[in-house]
């Protein structure tokens, strides 16, 4: 793939691809299926292996094209959607909005103020089209980020089904394509398995402010990739867990191997053997690298993989006690 050029050059939407050497009785491969008839007797061009480092030219386009779908249907012909805005003496579209927060905010380039003129989303496509399509697999995921983020909270007064499709709709197309990305609560993170990112959307979503502000900060701390911190992941995972259970035994001056001890004694009727599960993680984080403490005199080495281990476990345990205290008749509040 080209590199995106490092001044604010546009790339040239043309591509020059070098035509294989074909033998007398070969044919050049013209189409790119998935899931068709050569898929299924082994023969296939597309990419089988999960893409995390880069993406084929498939996937790009196709996330080119899910890009422009979106945009259209909110612009164009989404009922509700699509209202003009009076600014003075014209009107205006959430296009125009959209295209002054691209040129600005992440391309970088001067935008026109003159009160007369309005932005067409069409044309800053393009634009979007080439990065897509050119550049780095991170800045790709940059901006299906942007967009995504975009439109969810340009559009938060409609419903909840509204913004869970914007979301779906990129994950539905990360999962075909074999990307190793997956939106879980409005940020991209490294996470494939879909039972994995189920649990941890839940536990975004639960009821207990402190529980659910725990695990959205490990969420936040594992998807940046670029200023690791999976110390401060599994800290706020295990302190989702010791919130929920601090609600649950009404003690705010409990740790959780205390709270889980006492869990019994409000009718929760907890397994011997992943109580005593939870209670040894709990002594991993008191041990490990100085995970819920200061560093002192040690580094953390904490991996990628063991935060995202503690982040899945930790979400299915708060899930797991929110429902249970739900049976108890815990108030969800």
């Given at each position: 793939m080209k590199k995106k050029n490092n001044d604010n050059q546009h790339i040239s939407q043309s591509h020059d691809f070098e035509k294989p050497v074909l033998g007398e009785n070969e044919r050049r491969s013209m189409i790119h299926v998935r899931g068709a008839f050569s898929e299924s007797?082994?023969?296939?061009n597309c990419i089988m292996q999960m893409q995390y480092n880069d993406f084929d030219e498939r996937t790009r386009m196709q996330i080119s094209n899910q890009l422009r779908m979106l945009l259209e249907f909110f612009f164009e012909k989404g009922s509700g959607f699509n209202k003009q805005i009076q600014y003075k003496d014209i009107h205006r579209t959430g296009g125009h909005d959209f295209c002054v927060c691209m040129l600005s905010d992440v391309f970088c380039e001067r935008i026109n103020l003159?009160?007369?003129?309005?932005?067409?989303?069409?044309a800053i496509f393009?634009?979007?089209h080439n990065v897509i399509m050119d550049a780095p697999y991170n800045e790709v995921l940059d901006?299906?980020?942007?967009?995504?983020?975009?439109?969810?909270?340009?559009?938060?007064?409609?419903?909840?089904q509204v913004q869970k499709y914007i979301y779906d709709t990129m994950n539905n197309l990360f999962e075909n394509e074999y990307v190793g990305y997956r939106f879980v609560g409005r940020k991209i993170v490294p996470i494939t398995d879909k039972h994995e990112i189920k649990e941890i959307e839940t536990a975004c979503k639960n009821p207990f402010d402190g529980c659910r502000s725990h695990i959205q900060k490990a969420v936040d701390f594992l998807a940046d990739r670029e200023h690791k911190d999976y110390k401060n992941c599994i800290k706020e995972s295990i302190c989702a867990v010791e919130s929920i259970c601090k609600v649950i035994v009404e003690d705010e001056n409990a740790d959780l191997s205390k709270a889980i001890k006492?869990?019994?004694?409000?009718?929760?009727?907890?397994?011997?053997?992943?109580e005593l599960a939870f209670i040894k993680l709990y002594a991993y984080t008191s041990d490990k690298g100085g995970i819920r403490h200061s560093e002192g005199m040690f580094e953390s080495n904490v991996t990628f993989e063991e935060a995202k281990y503690m982040l899945v476990s930790c979400s299915a345990f708060v899930n797991y006690l929110v429902a249970e205290y739900g049976k108890l008749g815990g108030k969800n509040e």
């Open positions: 007797i082994g023969i296939t003159d009160r007369d003129y309005s932005y067409n989303w069409r393009d634009m979007i901006m299906v980020w942007v967009i995504c983020n975009w439109l969810a909270e340009n559009y938060n007064s409609y419903t909840m006492k869990l019994k004694d409000n009718g929760l009727q907890l397994h011997s053997a992943l």
